[in-house]
């Protein structure tokens, strides 16, 4: 076998002691890519999205989805015996990713100043919702927290009295696995050159604000800040919205460009005075609502196809994932399997296919799979 074809971080070894979606989808990209990852798990329970639904059989889906290719080592982290375990590991491995609150792995002898006495080259992730500095670095939250109190999710939330939570998990993925697997590769680079390791604060709630880069210019060059769905971007623009269709299908519109708007104006039949309306954006979104309203969403789309003007119909996930574009680009062409041989696609990963492992089944490991293995291996 070429060794690409193994991945292009084949020989990379990871140790991930975080849980649930940030750390996990992050070791998940690595592992993708050819590292071995062993994940630290906790005794009887292991990772708390072990214990999620929707079950595939006796498996949580989505522990299954996150987790393909991985190793599992159950030990408990306030054991000593525990340290002797984990130091061989520690000593050979390239990358430590955690995600519990600042000064817990400090409390069980884990932190980055502990284990780079053990391993000078390692590279420590650390990933937390407020960064390891500041007041706010020992406050719980989860992703909506997150986006709420960095001013993102102020900027689109749904109507008065019917407030929206985004279907995205904008902060945990793209504010902590995206930036971490950055920063990752990065650190691997230094690594090469200068023979050094590497601490790493990922803060998820940091990692927000270039989402909204827009909206900060505006503050920070008028201090005219944008709020609930009153801009361009959000919802306060005719040129970039949403609109229901007869049949409570949607059009998503995205005629941003004065090509594409001009070309919108036409199929709809958008009256000319609407057109160029500038200072009542409100009224013109109200109107071209009223044309859309008017005929079913297959109408529309066959209209928006041929104009070429940035239009398209709203699909649910399951038109999406059978839509032959995806297909034959073959995003869902691996796949993961449970204990019983059952296989469903496996989430595809953002990483181009010359990087990644070329083997198209896997399974996520069953809680301290590898413990007899490992265990033997370091005695």
């Known amino acids: 076998m070429n060794e690409l074809e193994k991945g292009a971080l084949k020989g990379v070894k990871v140790l991930d002691f975080s849980t649930l979606l940030p750390g996990p989808l992050a070791s998940l990209f690595l592992a993708e890519t050819g590292a071995e990852v062993i994940k630290i798990e906790r005794p009887v329970t292991g990772d708390e999205m072990r214990l999620s639904h929707p079950k595939w059989s006796d498996e949580s889906v989505s522990f299954s989805m996150l987790n393909r290719g991985k190793k599992s080592l159950c030990l408990d982290l306030k054991d000593q015996s525990s340290k002797g375990i984990l130091k061989p590991l520690i000593e050979t491995a390239d990358i430590i990713i955690e995600q519990f609150r600042p000064g817990v792995m400090k409390r069980l002898g884990l932190d980055y100043e502990s284990i780079k006495k053990i391993n000078s080259k390692i590279i420590y992730v650390s990933i937390t919702g407020y960064g390891q500095t500041g007041p706010n670095k020992m406050v719980a939250g989860h992703d909506l927290n997150y986006i709420g109190n960095t001013g993102l999710l102020s900027l689109s939330m749904g109507t008065k009295g019917k407030p929206t939570v985004p279907p995205a998990l904008i902060a945990d993925i793209a ?18 050159l200068h023979q050094t390791g590497s601490f790493l604060d990922i803060s998820m709630s940091d990692n927000l604000f270039p989402f909204m880069f827009w909206a900060l210019g505006s503050g920070f060059a008028s ?35 004065n090509r594409f708007w001009k070309k919108f104006c036409k199929v709809i039949k958008l009256p000319k005075k609407f057109e160029d309306m500038e200072d009542n954006q409100e009224k013109v979104i109200t109107k071209i609502r009223e044309i859309i309203i008017l005929k079913d969403k297959d109408y529309w789309a066959h209209l928006f196809n041929e104009a070429d003007c940035c239009c398209s119909t709203v699909k649910s996930i399951e038109e999406a994932i059978n839509d032959n574009h995806f297909k034959i680009r073959n995003v869902f062409e691996k796949q993961i399997a449970n204990e019983e041989g059952q296989k469903i696609p496996a989430l595809p990963i953002p990483i181009d296919s010359q990087f990644r492992k ?11 799979s590898e413990n007899s293995d490992l265990i033997k291996s370091l005695t």
């Open 223 to 257: 201090n005219t800040w944008p709020l609930n769905s009153d801009s361009i971007l959000s919802g306060g623009s005719p040129r970039y919205n949403i609109y229901e269709t007869k049949d409570g299908s949607y059009i998503a519109a995205a005629p941003l460009e």
């Open 358 to 368: 070329t083997k198209k089944v896997e399974k996520a490991p069953r809680l301290g």
């Open 175 to 192: 504010g902590g696995s995206y930036p971490a697997i950055i920063n990752i590769l990065l650190a691997l680079r230094k690594r090469d």
